[in-house]
């Protein structure tokens, strides 16, 4: 779409039959891999594992981009057989609509892929905290419990490095949000607790952990990173001393 926006421009500046034609064709293509790119992502939607929220603004803009393409197919379809400026320039407004939407469909998709943070994640600190407000994801440091809490600083780190891309705010996969601690308690789709507090050995998060790399239940998975020896150890310590986590605590 955005090469049939900048054939549009090529065009205006240096009419041809010819070049009406290739926008044409380049247009019915297009539209065609917009409607494929819709089923499919459909399909994927329904493997479910994504952030809700996010997954159903991907899908309003993809389907709002499907709709006008099918429109502005149309409009172009009908200029084809009776050349009129009148066609012409609806069917560009309604590309120029496309061309604006394209980009809000790309960014949720990749927040999709790549989680929530992955277009900040590099950004210039400067940049970050003007578009994120002021940092979170703090931990507080002196709750109620002062010292757990301190456990908790160093442990979250580690979940949120090691597991929260897919069993976080973007995707729960297992069915299981290492960010949510009622979560961790009633345990993913095997219905074991992940978390059992005082009892690492019960805990299945360390049970996966420590399972070889070539099993299939590794945590996290074989090839997507592995937790180091010492970060085990600082989970073990904060399991057998009651696994404190803020209270509320979700995440961010
Ligand atoms: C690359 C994605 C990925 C990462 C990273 C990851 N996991 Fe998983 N995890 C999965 C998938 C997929 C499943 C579901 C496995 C299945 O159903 O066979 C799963 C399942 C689990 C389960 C079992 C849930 C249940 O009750 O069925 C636990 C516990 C778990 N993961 C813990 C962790 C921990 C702890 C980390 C970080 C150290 C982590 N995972 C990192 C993908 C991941």
Redesign the pocket.
């Known amino acids: 779409m955005l090469v049939v926006a900048a054939l549009e421009v090529v065009w205006h500046r240096n009419r041809g039959a010819e070049l009406r034609l290739i926008i044409y064709r380049m247009t019915q293509v297009a539209v065609a891999s917009t409607l494929g790119t819709v089923a499919v992502g459909i399909l994927l939607k329904q493997d479910g ?1 994504y952030n809700v929220q996010v997954v159903e603004s991907h899908k309003n803009y993809g389907l709002a981009v499907m709709w006008i393409s099918v429109v502005a197919m149309g409009l172009l379809t009908w200029e084809h057989h009776r050349s009129s400026a009148r066609l012409r320039n609806g069917f560009r407004g309604l590309l120029a609509v496309i061309v604006l939407l394209l980009p809000l469909v790309g960014h949720s998709g990749g927040k999709m892929t790549h989680g929530t943070e992955f277009f900040l994640k590099h950004a210039p600190a400067p940049i970050k905290n003007w578009l994120e407000g002021e940092p979170r994801n703090v931990p507080a440091e002196k709750g109620a419990n002062g010292g757990e809490n301190r456990l908790w600083s160093e442990v979250w780190p ?2 949120k490095e ?2 929260v ?3 976080g705010p973007d ?1 729960d ?4 949000r ?1 960010d949510d601690r009622e979560s961790l308690l009633i ?6 607790p ?1 978390l059992v507090p005082g009892d690492p050995a019960k805990s ?2 360390i ?3 420590l399972l070889p790399q070539d099993h ?2 590794v ?3 074989k090839g ?2 592995q ?1 180091s020896a010492e970060e085990v150890t600082k989970l073990i310590e904060w399991i057998q001393k009651g696994a404190e986590m803020p209270n509320g605590f979700r995440g961010e």
Do not use: F, N, T, Y
Not at 173 to 176: A, I, M
């Open positions: 594992g580690i979940l090691r597991c891309k897919c069993h995707k996969k297992g069915d299981l290492v345990g993913g789709e095997s219905e074991e992940a299945s998060l049970r996966v952990i299939e239940e945590m996290p998975p997507k990173g937790v």
